[in-house]
C-alpha cells in the first residue's frame, strides 16, 4: 500500500497469497510488480495514477517512460491516467486543448501501449457542477503487442457504481481462471425483519417422525430452503428495487449526456445510496474479518456451499439489429439465428427460371 498525501489518493495492491506477485517498485504515482517471477510466464503489472495538475502532468508522462525500461517482461499498464487521448471521451465543461492531450498520445506511442477498449459505458469519471456535469474516460487499460499475444481475448469492463465518481475497471484475462465463491449464509439484515422470526419459528414447530439428530438436521435443510424463498418474495424487494433504479439511472446518464437536466440524476444517486445502506449488514457480513466477529453467533443452522465456474472462451456479446448491445444467452441466440435467416434467405427474385436451366 502506498500512503496517500491527501483525502482524494491512495494506492493500493491485493493479491491472493497463492498468487505468484512481487512488488518491484512504488511511489504515490504507480505500484511496479511482477507475475510469475523468474518463469516463462513473467509478465509486469503497472498500477498508475497520473498528475492531476496539468501543469505537472509531463512529470507523469517521464515517469512512466522510465518504468517502461524496468525489466524486459511484458506488460500491463492500468489506472487513471488524468487525460484522455480525444475529444470524444469528453461531454460538457471547456473542450480539451488538443496541445494537451498530445504529449499523452506521445507517451503511449512510445511506450507501445494499446488500449485495450472496454464494455460498458463510455466514460469513467463524472463531476456534477450547478448547471451542468462533466463526464470524462480518464481510467483505462493498456498493453504492449507481447502481452496481448499472452492474453489475446482479454476484456476489460467498466463497471456502475454511485459511491465514487469513478468507474472500477474489471480486467477479465484469457488464460486465468477464475473461481467465485457463492456461499448461502444466514443473513443478519433478515434480524431486522419479524418474518424471519416467524418463518424459522414455523419450521421448528413441525413435526418429523424421525430420530432426534435426523430430525434436527432436516429442520436445519427446510429452515434454510423456507429462508431463501421468504427472501426472494419479502426482503428481497430491496435488491430489485436496486436492480430498478441502477436501469433508470443509466437513462439518467444517457440523457443527462445530451444536456439534459441532471436533477432527476442526482436524485436516483441519493435513492440508490440509500437503498444500499440498507444491504450494509449483508455485505459487511461478507468480508471475512466481519464475519469471524460476528456472523455466526445467533445461529447454528449455518452452512456454506462453493460453486467454481470456469470462465469459457464464447462470445460475450452481440448488437442486435436496433444497435442494442445483448450479453443474453437467449438473446445471442436469437441474434445470430435472425441474421443467418436473413442472409439466407431469397427475396426479389427474377428470372429464377433461366438460372435453373443453365443447372446441368
Known sequence: MVHRTS??????????????????????????????????????????????????????????????????????????????????????????????????????????????????????????????????????????????????????????????????????????????????RFEQMWITDKGCGATIEGVWKTNFDEPRVEKILRKIDMCGLELTQWSKKKFGSVRKELETKRKRLARAKRYARRGGDTSWLRTLEAKINSLMDKEAKMWRQRSRVAWLKDGDKNTRFFHTKVT??????????????????????????????????QLFTSSNLDNLEEVLAKIP
Open 308 to 341: 467454481q465456474r470456469r470462465r469459457r472462451n464464447s462470445i460475450k456479446g452481440l448488437f442486435d439489429e436496433a444497435k442494442q448491445w445483448c450479453t443474453n444467452q437467449n438473446q445471442i441466440v436469437d441474434i445470430d439465428v435472425n441474421y443467418y435467416q
Open 7 to 184: 483525502k482524494a489518493r491512495a494506492l493500493v495492491l491485493f493479491w491472493k497469497e497463492n498468487f505468484k506477485l512481487d512488488v518491484q517498485t512504488f511511489s504515490k504515482y504507480h505500484i511496479n510488480a511482477k507475475i510469475n517471477q523468474n518463469t516463462n510466464e513473467e509478465w509486469r503489472f503497472m498500477g498508475f495514477y497520473g498528475e492531476p495538475d496539468t501543469n505537472k502532468r509531463h512529470e507523469s508522462w517521464n515517469r512512466l517512460r522510465r518504468l517502461k525500461n524496468r525489466g524486459s517482461a511484458t506488460w500491463i499498464c492500468v489506472g487513471d491516467f488524468s487525460e484522455i487521448t480525444r475529444k470524444s471521451e469528453k461531454i460538457g465543461g471547456r473542450i480539451r486543448p488538443h496541445n494537451q492531450m498530445q504529449p499523452f498520445l506521445e507517451m503511449l506511442d512510445e511506450c507501445r501501449l494499446i488500449d485495450l477498449g472496454f464494455v460498458g459505458s463510455d466514460f469513467t469519471w463524472h463531476k456534477h457542477y450547478p448547471r451542468y456535469t462533466v463526464w470524462e474516460r480518464l481510467d483505462r487499460v493498456g498493453a504492449i503487442d507481447e502481452w496481448l499475444l499472452k492474453f489475446l481475448d482479454t476484456k476489460v469492463y467498466h463497471l456502475d457504481v454511485t459511491t465514487s465518481d469513478h468507474k472500477p475497471l474489471w480486467i477479465v484475462l484469457e488464460g486465468v481462471v477464475y473461481t467465485q465463491q457463492q456461499p448461502f
